[in-house]
T-cell receptor, first 109, second 113 residues
């Protein structure tokens, strides 16, 4: 994955769907795409991970196009508690992950 | 209750002193990591260890040291050589599966007085 690029910040209103896109042009053939959520003064929390097409779990969906050069994290019907920083992870080598500055999502009432 | 523990949560030290941050995991993970986070910034990798008695420098290893004598423990020492040590320090671990999902501890906030 190497370096990733994502928007610095986003605002949304409660109840809306939020989509955060990450660009990862140098993705390796065997790399998975991973997203984390971080609240202030806490460790990042794993949200979702995928390799291709679409992955859905109880908190989010992850859309990955066929060329895998980008991915979109989709948060359905956000609430105030979803206000956090969201990271799309890059990877350099087997064990070295790269966290960018992330996307600061602010959910408004 | 499986997870990663870091202690202490808050740590204060005087300039010129070394200080050791604790990280313990009971997830039976092979790999462990230390990250540093500054206000408004992402995480930067300090050191990582793939297996006991082995560790590698990350992107900002200068002024830090680690040891990995046991699988479940990966302490980080912030030495007096670290010029700007005030930061939030995060420890993580991951298994050896094909998909290396990292699990993070709650972090230690270090303040140099």
């Amino acid at each position: 994955l190497a370096k990733t690029t994502q928007p610095i910040s986003m605002d949304s209103y409660e109840g809306q769907e939020v989509n955060i896109t990450c660009s990862h042009n140098n993705i390796a053939t065997n790399d998975y795409i991973t997203w984390y959520q971080q609240f202030p003064s806490q460790g990042p929390r794993f949200i979702i991970q995928g390799y291709k097409t679409k992955v859905t779990n109880e908190v989010a969906s992850l859309f990955i196009p066929a060329d895998r050069k980008s991915s979109t994290l989709s948060l359905p019907r956000v609430s105030l508690s979803d206000t956090a920083v969201y990271y799309c992870l890059g990877r350099r080598g087997t064990y070295k992950y790269i966290f960018g500055t992330g996307t600061r999502l602010k959910v408004l009432a | 209750d499986g997870g990663i523990t870091q202690s202490p949560k808050y740590l204060f030290r005087k300039e010129g002193q070394n200080v050791t941050l604790s990280c313990e995991q009971n997830l039976n993970h092979d790999a462990m990591y230390w990250y540093r986070q500054d206000p408004g910034q992402g995480l930067r990798l300090i050191y990582y260890s793939q297996i006991v008695n082995d560790f590698q420098k990350g992107d900002i290893a200068e002024g830090y040291s680690v040891s990995r004598e046991k699988k479940e423990s990966f302490p980080l020492t912030v030495t007096s050589a670290q010029k700007n040590p005030t930061a939030f320090y995060l420890c993580a671990s991951s298994g050896r599966a094909k998909v290396l999902t990292q699990y993070f501890g709650p972090g230690t906030r270090l303040t140099v007085l």
